[in-house]
């Protein structure tokens, strides 16, 4: 997939959203940064993330999504939840939410935004489904949507790095 062309070339903005920023969102920010280090873009991509609800401001992961991080070798110990906010997709290359609901709150498909599982490679345009009210298994199914669509982002950010390169200072 093309991405939207950066907004000052060389370098790459991604904002990643659900509901609370305790499970989904945090775990695609981690995962995708640890991607992103692993292909040498970390200095040039910058990743974000946040939930249109506010309730859990401040707090770290919820611990089922730690845990599921933790035994997969990544480390969720430095995320806090913060809430979206609307000037994000203003602000950011690319918005891309976790469901249809977080892709209405944030005020529906525009250029900058769209589901974060447009770039599924497996299987494209989904939702990445709510583990809050479940068991462990829906941790784990996140985590695999999750670790195949970063690779799929990470290539794609590439390619739009290649075509839009910083400008000789
Ligand atoms: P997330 O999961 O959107 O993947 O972070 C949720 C976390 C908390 C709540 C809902 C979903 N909640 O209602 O508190």
């Known amino acids: 997939m093309r991405l939207p062309e950066p907004r000052t070339p060389g370098r790459y903005r991604i904002a990643l959203v659900c ?3 305790i499970c989904r969102s945090p775990m695609a920010h981690v995962v995708l940064e640890s991607r992103l280090a692993d292909a040498g873009l970390d200095d040039r991509v910058e990743v974000e993330s946040s939930g249109t609800g506010g309730w859990h401001v401040g707090n770290p992961m ?4 730690a845990a599921t991080l933790s ?4 480390d969720p110990s430095r995320h806090r939840a913060q809430q979206y906010d609307a000037s994000w997709p203003a602000a950011y290359d ?3 939410v976790m469901d249809e609901a977080n ?3 944030v005020g529906g498909r525009a250029e900058r935004v ?3 599982r447009d770039l599924d490679p497996v299987d494209p345009g989904g939702e990445v489904p709510d583990p809050y009210y479940g068991g462990a298994d829906g ?3 996140v985590l695999a949507m999750v ?4 690779d799929a982002i990470v290539s794609a950010v590439g390619g739009a790095l290649e075509a839009a390169p910083e400008e000789p200072a």
């Open 147 to 150: 670790e195949r669509t970063s």
């Open 94 to 96: 690319l918005v891309l």
């Open 62 to 65: 919820d611990r089922r999504a």
């Open 139 to 141: 941790f784990e199914e």
């Open 19 to 21: 509901l609370g920023n």
């Open 114 to 116: 769209g589901l974060f």
């Open 71 to 74: 035994t997969a070798g990544y």
């Open 103 to 105: 892709l209405a709150d």
